[in-house]
């Protein structure tokens, strides 16, 4: 069965910093998204794409987040500098697209800021 | 604003029966989604409604009332490892996911 891949799995990295997060999404999957999720709370979307075009970035942190997905493919979040309440799971969902879709999770990102 | 509400923590015996309720307000609606969500993972896709009614898959039915802007899940039978987070989110009308901030089920033998 098809999944959606995320590296690395943990990272543990000290303030100010930099960081990247890769997500491989489900082959033919067009939309990506990049979610940011505390313990206890509901994932919080951090940015959109839709192949290799972002279609929602308005809660991404841009002084000091990055997101790209050049090929439409695979995609990476950057964080630089860390700081101690980037401390999270980040999440990478991909669906097939169109306004309704069943969102598929890898496995996360659990970033410990020290 | 935009909001969904749905309690924090729901205990339950095993074998039994346990509902979990959601209720939302976005601007517009275009369907309600559950997730499952065990500690430490990601989320795994339940169920999505979008018109009003039960809707039945196996243990577990989810339930939408959109005049009253309400969803319910149930599970039935409940088993060990059903102990998880479940996850209510609202579609807007931008077709953008509001997500609620989870109920934490316990199970107990």
């Known amino acids: ?114 | 604003g935009q909001n969904i509400d749905q309690p924090t923590e729901m205990t339950a015996t095993e074998g039994a029966i346990v509902q979990i309720n959601c209720t939302y307000q976005t601007s517009g609606f275009n369907g309600l989604f559950w997730y499952q969500q065990h500690a430490g993972e990601a989320p795994t896709f339940l169920s999505y409604n979008v018109l009003d009614g039960l809707e039945e898959k196996g243990r577990f039915s989810s339930f939408l009332s959109r005049s009253k802007g309400y969803s319910y899940l149930l599970l039935k039978e409940l088993q060990m490892k059903d102990s998880a987070s479940y996850l209510c989110a609202a579609l807007d009308s931008n077709y953008q996911l509001i997500w609620g901030a989870g109920t934490k089920l316990i199970i107990k033998p």
């Open chain 1, 1 to 114: 069965e098809a999944e959606v891949a995320q590296s690395p799995r943990y990272k543990i990295t000290e303030k100010s910093q930099a960081v990247a997060f890769w997500c491989d999404p489900i082959s033919g999957h067009a939309t990506l998204y990049w979610y940011r999720q505390i313990l206890g709370q509901g994932p919080e979307l951090l940015v959109q794409f839709q192949d290799e075009s972002v279609v929602d970035d308005s809660q991404l942190p841009k002084d000091r987040f990055s997101a790209e997905r050049l090929k439409g493919v695979d995609s990476t979040l950057k964080i630089q500098p860390a700081e101690l309440g980037d401390s999270a799971m980040y999440l990478c969902a991909s669906s097939l697209g169109g306004e309704v879709g069943e969102q598929y999770f890898g496995p996360g990102t659990r970033l410990t800021v020290t």
